[in-house]
T-cell receptor, first 112, second 114 residues
Framework: KQEVTQIPAALSVPEGENLVLNCSFT??????LQWFRQDPGKGLTSLLL?????REQTSGRLNASLDKSSGRSTLYIAASQPGDSATYLC???????????FGKGTTLSVSS | GAVVSQHPSWVICKSGTSVKIECRSL??????MFWYRQFPKQSLMLMAT?????????EQGVEKDKFLINHASLTLSTLTVTSAHPEDSSFYIC??????????FGEGSWLTVV
């Protein structure tokens, strides 16, 4: 059974710092991996999607990498801002596309 | 714009009543929709997979008679929480999958049972 783990569970950084969020999964047979952002009381916002054949994706200050063989993904946030404060979730879609399994998330707090 | 519309965003209901949550795919026909539940400080947990024109597939531990799912059209799936109790208070969110296996989420529905 696929399990997704995110480390750390919580992270506090001062504004301007670069940071890395980690995601690991136990079954490398995935279709894709997505990073989401969840603000308190809100739904999910998709940040980056990496197909299983890809190694990384970039969007603005965000860069996500995928090492499928080792079951790891990282989300790199450059020059963090207070507006980046949120919970970041990673999720893997199985190869059949029938189940999206989430990690518990990393709650990020960026102070000004 | 939104690809998936979920309604209502917030709902408060009395214990013992039923609540229906709608999930609409706005940009494409969705043969499959997913329903998730999230308790405070927990991860999103898949409840069931909704298939158009057939019975939903429920995850282990999810009561199918309590959480009724109807996927009557290619653009609409509904989740009905029957005889709701305070422990059903949670964040419920639906998602759809396009032909490229990209997942899109609704805005989510916060249910409070009093």
């Amino acid at each position: 059974k696929q399990e997704v783990t995110q480390i750390p569970a919580a992270l506090s950084v001062p504004e301007g710092e670069n940071l890395v969020l980690n995601c690991s999964f136990t079954d490398s047979a995935i279709y894709n991996l997505q990073w989401f952002r969840q603000d308190p009381g809100k739904g999910l916002t998709s940040l980056l999607l990496i197909q299983s054949s890809q190694r990384e994706q970039t969007s603005g200050r965000l860069n996500a990498s995928l090492d499928k063989s080792s079951g790891r993904s990282t989300l790199y946030i450059a020059a963090s801002q207070p507006g980046d404060s949120a919970t970041y979730l990673c999720a893997v879609l199985n190869q059949a596309g029938t189940a999206l399994i989430f990690g518990k998330g990393t709650t990020l707090s960026v102070s000004s | 714009g939104a690809v998936v519309s979920q309604h209502p965003s917030w709902v408060i209901c009395k214990s013992g009543t039923s609540v229906k949550i709608e999930c609409r795919s706005l940009d494409f026909q969705a043969t499959t929709m997913f329903w998730y539940r999230q308790f405070p400080k927990q991860s999103l947990m898949l409840m069931a997979t909704s298939n158009e024109g057939s019975k939903a597939t429920y995850e282990q531990g999810v009561e199918k008679d309590k959480f009724l799912i109807n996927h009557a059209s290619l653009t609409l799936s509904t989740l009905t929480v029957t005889s709701a109790h305070p422990e059903d208070s949670s964040f419920y969110i639906c998602s759809t999958r396009n032909s490229g296996n990209t997942i899109y989420f609704g805005e989510g529905s916060w249910l409070t049972v009093v």
